[in-house]
Every structure is written in C-alpha cells, then in structure tokens.
C-alpha cells in the first residue's frame, strides 16, 4: 500500500504538473463519452473485465506492464500471453505502463524512455501494436516525466479524479476509480449522469475484476451496472485511444512553464 508520504508526495507533484506542463486539447464531442480502463492488469480484468464488455460490444483499455506478465503479486495473478492475444482479438486496446511498474517521478528522463521502449518490444512482440494510450503506475506523475510522456504517447492518464471537458489536458487525464470500497449504485449513477449532463469524457478505472475484489478492483457486477447505466443514459463507449480521436477539434499544444 502507498504510504501518506507517497500519497502526499504524489498529490503535490500532481497539482504542480497539471499548472506546469499541459498538453491541452478542445473537446469537439456531441456524445459524451465513458471509457472503462484496467490498469496493470490483473488476468482476471481479462477473463471477467473484457467478457463483460464484449456483452456489450464495446472495448476498454488495458494498461500492462510487460515484467508483471504471467506473475502472482500479493496474491493477485496478472495477465499472461494468451490474455494479450485474446484482447488483440476481440478489438480491445492495449496501453502503456513502465515495463518494471516503476514511479515515472523517480525516473531520470533516459530511464523513463527505456521503461517504454522495453514495454513496446514486449508488446509488440507478443501481437500488441501502435500503443498511444499511457498510464502512470501508482498516478505518479511529475511536470519533467509528464513531458517526456506526453512527447511519446497521444495521452497519458493519471488518476486525478474528475471529468474531461472543454480544454482538457491529454497528458494528465482525468479519471475516477471503479473500486467496490469507494463507490456504490447511487454515486455510480450521479456521476455517469453528470457526465452525461456536460457532454464531458469520463474515464474509470480499476485493477482486477472478481467476486471480492481487492481494495483496488471492483466485483463483475458493479463493472457490469457501469456499463450498462452508461449505455442506458445514452453515452458512448469507446477506448481511450478511440475517444482521444474524436475528441480532438484539431487544437493541440503542448504548453510548458
């Protein structure tokens, strides 16, 4: 678990990168938008995760970090190959953590492009391509990392939580966690709503998907009310690498300082 220093030390340089570094966009969506995204990710996110989903016909996102593959952390068993392939297969996006799962804001800038570079490999070389999508291990994040992040993928997500709407920032993305410990049916369904009210991209995420979860990951039935309360109100859902496309109106700068 992340000490109160970490959370400290990570929420300060969070709130520094959001004034400092912005890669800013104009959202030009009429629908809104909610993507479902896993981070890490757990096999469990693929076996229940992605099959909820497909219920549905819709895609998510799925953050990997290419050293936890086919391993048991604190007793939680993440994806293997066949999990890669069986996402590729069914349209699922594959995004982008540090290989070594490691803190972006304790990385020297030369360590952080090995991180990518070494993850990349690992994915493609396992029938993952054109990885545009990233997310910062544990939501650290620093102004210097967030430049050099934002230079090599098309967004970066954070897990600062809020909506994205208006002139958002696609290198810290806003996002709001899908934990069976911090959200129930009612707030479920206010937030999908206010989304729905602004026309704004909301973005969940979560880690494994089972029946008792771990304080990181939701049951298959609170990912599956998600689903279906945002189909029910009308948004779409798409991955984080489709919604970027949309939602850009062709204003792009990355801004420092």
Known sequence: MVSTWEDVRTGFLGRASRLLVRKRILTSTELPVVSFTFDDFPSSSCTNGSRILDDFG???????????????????????????????????????????????????????????????????????????????????????????????????????????????????????????????????????????????WLIFYTHDVQENPSPYGCSPKLLREAVAYAFKAGARILTVGKAVTI?????NDLTTG
């Open 58 to 200: 819709v895609a998510g996102t799925f953050y990997a970090a290419g050293s936890l593959c086919a391993r048991t952390v604190d007793q939680i068993r993440y994806f293997n190959l066949d999990d890669l392939r069986h996402l590729a297969i069914r349209g699922h996006e594959i995004g982008c953590h540090t290989f070594s799962h490691r803190r972006v804001s304790f990385l020297l800038n030369n360590q952080i492009q090995d991180e990518i570079r070494r993850n990349a490999e690992f994915l493609a070389a396992n029938g993952a391509v054109f990885i545009k999508s990233f997310a910062y291990p544990f939501g650290d994040i620093s102004p210097r990392s967030k430049q050099v992040l934002s230079a090599y993928f098309a967004s970066c997500r954070s897990i600062q939580s809020g909506l994205n709407a208006g002139n958002i920032d696609l290198g810290q993305l806003r996002a709001v966690a899908l934990y069976d410990r911090v959200i129930d049916p009612g707030r479920l369904s206010a937030i999908i709503e206010g989304a729905i009210r602004i026309k704004a």
């Open 247 to 251: 939602a850009t109106a062709g204003y």
